[in-house]
């Protein structure tokens, strides 16, 4: 009989670290939320049932669509969508509950990653993760920015207007993703902002509660002289 070991370890990110695992904990239950509201669409209106190889084609193609899903360990995409497809499975074979969304109140919130050609590994005192390097999102709106202006260069030469709108589609699309992206900047320097915040008030706090010991030490040592 095969015995699996499991391990425990508590880790303890850096404020960008922390945000990186934030955000895959977040696009895990997006895909999983989607996904699951995508398979009862189908099944109410079809009456068929989609499989874990259709969602993997609809994840590669949702990536394209919402940029923030290219930035989290993408294994953790694909793990979220073999665990609702095992939730499917338990459903109709073990009659256990129907799958649920997940919520983003539960106090409780992780995803699971995958040890890929040895990504995760212990080095030292620190555990390496699979967490991938955000490309910078000045580059990001740099990028959509020139793409809006390689199409509305192609707009003005144009003059068959099918061609004109959908032009003007992929433009608009363009730009919904700059503003997508710029709001989700301006979150991450929020969220730094507030770890920074909370760190400081509790070395301060620490800071405070030190000096009183010491203070009330000097005190009782004074008095017995």
């Known amino acids: 009989m095969v015995k699996h070991k499991g391990f425990k370890f508590r880790i303890y990110p850096n404020e960008e670290q922390a945000i990186l695992i934030n955000k895959s904990i977040g696009c895990v239950r997006y895909v999983f939320n989607h996904f699951l509201a995508k398979r009862k669409e189908v099944y109410e209106t079809d009456q068929k049932t989609l499989s874990y190889k259709a969602f993997s084609a609809l994840l590669t193609k949702l990536k394209k669509e919402i940029v923030w899903l290219k930035e989290p360990d993408s294994t953790a995409l694909q793990n979220a969508l073999q665990d609702l497809d095992e939730a499917y499975q338990k459903f109709f074979k073990e009659k ?11 106090r409780r919130q992780s995803y ?8 995760i590994r ?4 620190h ?12 580059e990001q709106i740099a ?7 390689d199409l509305n260069s ?7 207007e099918k061609q004109k709108e ?17 709001n989700a900047q301006q979150m991450d320097m929020l969220r730094l902002q507030s770890l920074s915040n909370k760190r400081n008030e509790a070395f301060d706090t620490m800071t405070n509660f030190v000096k ?6 000097n005190s009782i040592i004074g008095n017995m002289r």
């Open 112 to 119: 699971n990653t995958t040890n890929n050609k040895d990504a």
């Open 154 to 160: 192609k707009l003005s030469s144009t003059t068959d």
């Open 212 to 217: 009183k010991m010491q203070d009330s030490r």
């Open 122 to 125: 212990i080095e030292g005192t």
């Open 143 to 149: 990028q959509l920015n020139q793409q809006v202006a």
């Open 96 to 106: 256990t509950g129907y799958p649920k969304f997940k919520s983003r109140k539960n």
């Open 127 to 138: 555990i390496r993760l699979p967490i991938k390097e955000v490309q910078k999102r000045n």
């Open 166 to 182: 959908e032009l003007r589609k992929q433009i608009a699309s363009l730009k919904s993703q700059i503003d997508s992206v710029g």
